[in-house]
């Protein structure tokens, strides 16, 4: 009976590797029927989980003075429905501003399961699919910054790698010096690792990364927040030399996102005819 | 051995679909420390210590093929299935009174929902599938016996008592 099994198993493994059309008939028919009940149970518990968010995470200053007003809510008599209803419309706010900014259009969703830890994948579901007119390879972000990429789509769910997920690469972009690399997620929500194309371009701690941007904004679009430099492993000019990066988006406590279905970069552009430059002074900001 | 009834069969299987939804939409994103709570592979231990090794192989192997094929599951499929087929079949070959959460019972399923992670993260080291972080192995298989250990005093009682009496003909069919 056991040997069946495992003798099954290991054709289910070969089958996937060879990428057979059946396994991914079968994540399809997974993703229609089980992503329509995660996202009503993860609509259910949301209040519950973010209350345990907040108490498992030791988040930044801006974080701690959610809680507070999560804190304070409470005290003045409103029910956690509530407060979650406020948190995630501030979280809305956030992310549409940061788009805004940038000139993308999103469509927003709610993130409502996680992969397990002890996968050591980074990946999760969003209440939001093909019905929505969602496809694979789009940039997924919230307000803080990128967050990851759509690899699969239901239905009415999509499933979104992570920027830390271990299969995830970047491109990036050092805002201070426009230098740019890859960054490689671990599978370890706030720890991810960044190869510069020129390992001896410096690099310090606190400097801020961007996205470095694909042709037509996919899979990522170009000019997000990707996170900042936490310090540095390798010997200074070896080519093994590799920024530690903390992401810009907190992964272990999403909620809102947003997934970029147009960006400027996808649209087509026009000539410009730049002034001579003895014509008129200098103008640009320059980088 | 209780005998496999209808009942107890879809017992089985509304049991697992359960733990896979519980445990992506609600258990994963509590962001307790280390390891996330295994539910669905408690559950298909408890189902393995009432219905023997055999019930417990299979149990464990559609438990795993169901956790890998659901969103947001996008790794590798079939890893899961075997290693959870052979912890069912495993635990199953213990001594157990369906519906009492004694000590040991207790004890093993932490053990081996521990050794579980283990052995995932070993094999996940061989085939470079996933990528591995051993500094945090540690943590996550001690979190995990704790967790599953936790939640077995829950899910024994509950699978116990509706085993037996989804096999309790008068009653169910």
Redesign the interface.
Known sequence: MLGVLLLVSITLVLLDVRGSSAIGGLRGLAATVIGPVETAVGAAAAPFVSVAQSVTSFGNSQERSEVAAQELAQATGSDQTQTDNARAASQLDAMLKTAGTRGFQVLPARVVAYGSAQTFSGTVTIDAGSNDGLTTDMSVMNGNGLVGKIVAVGPTTATVQLVTDDDSVVGARLVKTGDAGALQGTGQPGESILRLLDPTSPVKEGDQLVTFGSPDGKPYVAGLPLGTVTGMRGEPGQADRVAVVAPAARMGALDVVGVVVTSPRGQARTPVSPAAPNASPPASAGR | MPRLTLPRVLLIIASL?TA???????F?????????P?LLLVVVLVVALVAG??VG??TG?AG????D???????????T??IY??AG?VIGHAQFEPGRPDLQSVLSIGAVAAAV?LV??IL?TLLGQ????WS?VPL?VAT?FIYAALLALLIIPAIGVMYRGAGDEGRFA
């Open positions: 679909g896979v939804v519980l445990q992506s939409a609600v994963a994103r509590l962001g307790l420390p280390g390891a996330t295994d090794p055999a192989a299979v192997f795993g093929v169901l956790i094929i659901a969103p947001p599951a996008a790794g590798s499929i079939g890893q299935a075997a087929a052979l079949f992670v995932q993260a996940g996933p990528e591995v972080t945090l996550l995990q």
